[in-house]
């Protein structure tokens, strides 16, 4: 039966009773649960003996007071969720738990925070930093599971862990994803209808880099160029930024030469979506790959990205194009636009 915890002295309690051989694995959240979540407590069900989730809404993260007001709070379906999938404890304090005073000590994470949602959000991680490592020395676990969707707070949390000789092993857990590709948030739920069918565009933009980088593309304004050019395409769609990042220290990469991340954010209406996508460049002796990014291509020249579910097309307006037995193509320029509904 799961166990919700509202208080460290409580927690305490609980975990002076935890046997030494037994391994705590932890899963902070802010709530509103969902399948990307639920990859996280199972993969932490799989590694360790205890399971435990933290759900706090944590106020000095937010930039804006109406973003954190309207934040959705579901403890209820929160706690089903977690014991559906075995979770042993929930942690979910109060305000005044985790901050009974004005909180005067922070982390701060150095340039890791200096680009991509650091730039847009400044604050926001020396907020998730502080509040991260508060919950670790509260709980203490030997594991914390964290989603590469959010991999720029990933990546400041490892280094917070390197530099602060915590005595945690962070592990980082893929993506969930829905059926035509968007990625798996709490912020999907304030989506209407017509924002939610614009919102895999985000994927499909980031494949588009995936794709050119795999193609032999290393010049990342021409790929920037690209990934714009598609977002562009929608017009409801409001960038906030593109880059191309080394996957360590979050800096934007001028030329691609090992792997990075791609990562995105933009605003639908007035919900902010952030994504990324692992990128390889190909060899330069290596001959060039079939495309990760499908293209199918119809009589009016229309080109369906395949395999991406992401309700757009693509005109092809210069490709390295495939055989006339139909198959796959790298793309050199394109032009998008959504799919007309039927």
């Known amino acids: 039966m799961t166990a ?27 709530g509103a649960l969902h399948e990307g979540h639920g990859a996280l407590l199972e993969e932490a069900r799989k590694r360790c003996s205890i ?94 599971f964290f989603g590469e969707k959010d991999y720029q707070q990933l990546a400041i949390v490892r280094h917070l862990v390197r530099d602060l000789n915590v005595p945690v092993e962070v592990v980082g857990v893929p993506t969930v994803r829905e059926s ?15 924002e939610r069918s ?25 790929i920037k160029e690209r990934v714009i050019q598609v977002l562009q395409g929608v017009p409801q769609i409001r960038l906030d930024y593109f880059e191309l990042v080394d996957p360590d220290t979050i800096r934007p990469v001028d030329v691609v030469e090992a792997p990075v991340r791609a990562a995105a954010a933009i605003w639908i209406g007035e919900t902010r979506l952030i994504d990324n996508v692992y990128c390889a460049p190909r060899p330069h002796s290596a001959e060039k790959p079939s495309s990760a990014l499908r ?31 139909g198959g796959e193509c790298c793309i050199d320029s394109i032009e998008v636009g959504a799919t007309p509904s039927a």
């Open 4 to 30: 919700v915890v509202q208080r460290v002295a409580e927690w305490n309690r609980i975990a002076a009773g935890i046997r030494r051989e037994e391994v705590l694995g932890f899963v902070p959240t802010m």
């Open 51 to 144: 399971v435990a989730a933290s759900i706090f809404v944590n106020p000095i993260q937010f930039n804006q007071r109406t973003d954190y007001d309207f934040y959705p709070r579901v403890l209820e379906e929160d706690v089903a969720f977690c014991a559906a999938r075995g979770v042993d404890y929930i942690f979910a304090p109060p305000d005044d738990e985790m901050y009974p005073e004005l909180q005067r000590v922070f982390v701060e994470v150095g340039d890791t925070s200096a680009h991509l949602c650091g730039r847009s959000r400044p604050g926001h991680f020396r907020g998730v930093a502080t509040v991260v490592m508060k919950l670790f020395q509260m709980l203490r676990p030997q594991f914390a």
């Open 180 to 194: 035509d590709g968007l990625a798996l948030s709490s912020r999907n739920r304030r989506l209407n209808a017509a």
């Open 198 to 222: 614009l919102a895999p565009c985000l994927y499909t933009a980031l494949l588009v880099a995936r794709q050119l980088i795999a193609c032999g593309e290393r010049n990342t304004a021409a």
């Open 295 to 325: 293209l199918t291509q119809g009589r009016d020249d229309r080109c369906r990205l395949a395999g991406t579910g992401s309700g757009l097309e693509a005109s092809i307006t210069s490709a390295t194009a495939p055989d006339s037995g």
